[in-house]
């Protein structure tokens, strides 16, 4: 399905192949020789979604692009089912496997690999050729690469990033009332989404 949203809409490749069960919302960009695999959701909120060619987006994965965090997906990249792109840059011939989740203003470098269940926080660098292991947590820039146990850690560096700023726009003293109010307003701009057809 292609949706016009916030007056774009998608623009694909002749070569791409995007699957009937996909959804394609607003400035979404796919390139040549690209796969949307079924139940894949790319939707590009007041920003942009770009997919580089020969990139497979497999199923029930979740690329989002928001202003000022544009998801970029790079050529020949894999991006495994059920994983979540939100506002990140992910370079050439990256892995980002099942389950995998990418923070806004994350860069995954050339041919970084970010396994099962993978966490990458806001405003992470992960350096090319790295691998974030399976379930493990990417924080920071440089990328600290740890274990999941080790949630102190991570916080003492994540607490440091920004999560409140770069994902809601807001002061982290803004509480969950007052932002969700802003979020349902935000997302109140679908009611005048308008399906094209293809």
Same mark, same amino acid.
């Given at each position: 399905? !292609?949706?016009?949203? &916030? ?8 070569? +791409?192949?995007? =699957? ?13 020789g690209? &796969?949307?695999?079924?139940? +894949?959701?790319?939707? =590009?909120?007041? $920003?942009?979604?770009?997919v $580089?060619?020969d990139?497979?987006?497999?199923e029930?994965a979740?690329?989002?692009? &928001?202003?000022?965090?544009?998801a970029?997906? $790079? ?6 089912? *059920?994983?979540h ?5 992910? @370079?050439?011939? +990256? ?12 860069i ?21 050729? %790295? ?5 493990w947590v990417?924080?920071?820039?440089p990328a +600290?690469? !740890?274990?999941? @146990?080790?949630?102190?850690?991570i916080? %003492?560096?994540? #607490? @440091? !990033? ?14 969950? &009332?007052? !932002?969700?109010?802003r979020?349902? %307003?935000?997302? $109140?701009? *679908?009611?005048?989404? @308008?399906?094209?057809? #293809?």
């Amino acid at each position: 399905m !292609l949706i016009r949203h &916030r007056g774009a809409a998608p623009d694909i490749h002749p070569s +791409a192949y995007v =699957a009937p069960s996909a959804v394609l919302v607003g400035n979404v960009r796919i390139g040549a020789g690209a &796969r949307i695999l079924h139940g +894949a959701v790319l939707n =590009a909120e007041d $920003g942009v979604v770009v997919v $580089g060619d020969d990139t497979v987006v497999m199923e029930n994965a979740l690329i989002r692009g &928001r202003d000022g965090h544009a998801a970029s997906i $790079g050529s020949a990249v894999m991006v495994g089912p *059920h994983a979540h792109v939100n506002g990140s840059t992910v @370079e050439d011939e +990256a892995f980002i496997a099942t389950g995998a989740a990418l923070f806004p203003g994350s860069i995954i470098g050339t041919g970084a690999e970010v396994r099962i269940n993978a966490v990458v926080q806001v405003n992470t660098v992960v350096a090319a050729g %790295a691998v974030v292991p399976i379930g493990w947590v990417a924080v920071g820039d440089p990328a +600290a690469i !740890l274990p999941p @146990e080790r949630h102190d850690d991570i916080w %003492a560096i994540q #607490r @440091e !990033l920004d999560f409140t700023g770069t994902v809601y726009g807001a002061d982290s003293s803004v509480g969950m &009332r007052e !932002l969700m109010r802003r979020q349902s %307003a935000y997302y $109140g701009a *679908h009611r005048d989404d @308008e399906v094209i057809d #293809r």
